[in-house]
């Protein structure tokens, strides 16, 4: 031991002595930083208060009678899941992701009123967390579920129509994930050439589904193309023009699959003729015309009733604009989102289902749909079928019974465009 304390003291190695008076061994007290919670934590929080303030919300209005649209679309799913050719054995005017859309959807959660009211309520769910992961991408998991909620207490709005289980509501709850998947793109430049090829092509992929639902999808390509020259950065215009052909390739390859999806259905079931006709012949015959009521005049007649009893929650839209002042706007945010769902609460929590539909749809005979049905329901027996001769699909469903002819749902009389002549002698055979 001593021969090692020599050499080291002659080449200096010595450690150095402590100073005279220190005390050794004394506790250093250092201020641990606040843990951040866990990212999976926070998300599975958010996500059940969501899930929560949405059944409260929606509780009852369960027991709304069906409406004319949601009712055809669920009859029109429940034929194509019986293997019924689109377009031969039954018809709309929406390409064929429509109809498997709703067959799906029939199969988890029933043919029946209670069925479609607990379809809609899943599908507001999913679009409210597509709110808040665009809302958490941009601004952060606190913004995210102040948007979410906001969309939760719109949605649960009768007069927003999102109780009902309507086609926009499956379009959206596709679309809302493609425009996340590119959100992601513009606030992660982190992001790996991998996930990005495939975030590029699920929001291709999923907006295309969209657009195979229902046609007004596709305007949230119009979306995709603007967030595309937003991913093209680069030094020079070249380098830009590189990346928004890249990327924009990749986007088109998920895109194109549900297309090329619904064709082959199409061709397989040998339907080309009746397909073109219903999808893009007739919507043209069916919207033309000089007694058509005009988009303005929807507008004005409807805008009363959008805002009743609703003017927070435009507020609380509007303080989105404002999200940069964190400060400010979360805490009024949440204030103003307690005020609206106070105000709203009578329709919500309290409201009568015979009233709303009263007051939504005027002298449509929903309700009194549903009394016939139960009348006819106690007369008829099994092995009869039914024609519903007008434009009251949910008597099918509320009977789920089959009609028996193709031609389930006639058209609403619209003066000279009720049934346009041209062509329709072929299209209109039993």
Known sequence: M???????????????????????????????????WN??????????????????????????????????YAYLGQRAGEGLAPYRDFYEMKPPFLFYGYALLNAVFGYSAWGLRLIAWFLSLLICGGVYLIGRSLFGA?????????????????????????????????????????????????????????RLIGAGFLIGSAVMAKQSA????????????????????????GKLITRGLWFSLGAIAPVLVCLGMVWGFGVWEDFAFWNFEYPQLYT???????????????????IQGQIFLWVLGQNGRFAGLKNLSMPLGF?????????SAPVLLQGESTSIMRKLFGSNPFVEDEIVARLIESEIKPNETLAVLGSEPQIYVYLKRKAPSRHFYTAFCRGSTALPAAGMTKHYRA
């Open 2 to 36: 001593d021969k090692n304390y020599q050499k080291k003291k002659r080449t200096g190695n010595l450690p150095p002595k402590s100073k005279a008076g220190s005390k050794k061994n004394v506790p250093v007290l250092t201020e641990r930083p606040a843990t951040p």
């Open 39 to 72: 990212p999976r934590v926070v998300f599975g929080i958010h996500a059940g208060i969501i899930v929560v303030f949405l059944f409260i919300l929606r509780l009852n209005l369960m027991d709304l009678p069906l409406e004319r649209d949601e009712s055809a």
């Open 142 to 198: 606190k913004y995210g579920l102040l948007a979410a909620l906001t969309m939760v207490l719109m949605s649960a709005s009768p007069y927003v129509m999102m109780t009902f289980a309507e086609s926009e509501l499956l379009v959206m709850s596709l679309a809302i994930y493609g425009v996340w998947l590119l959100f992601s793109l513009l606030s992660q430049s982190s992001s790996s050439l991998q996930q990005e090829r495939l």
């Open 218 to 241: 596709v305007f949230f390509l119009g979306f995709a193309a603007v967030a595309l020259l937003l991913l093209a950065e680069g030094e020079n215009m070249r380098a830009r023009l």
């Open 288 to 306: 033309d015309g000089e007694n058509v009521v005009s988009w303005q005049t929807l507008l004005r007649a409807n805008f009363k009733q959008l």
């Open 335 to 343: 204030v103003v989102l307690f005020i609206a769902t106070g105000l």
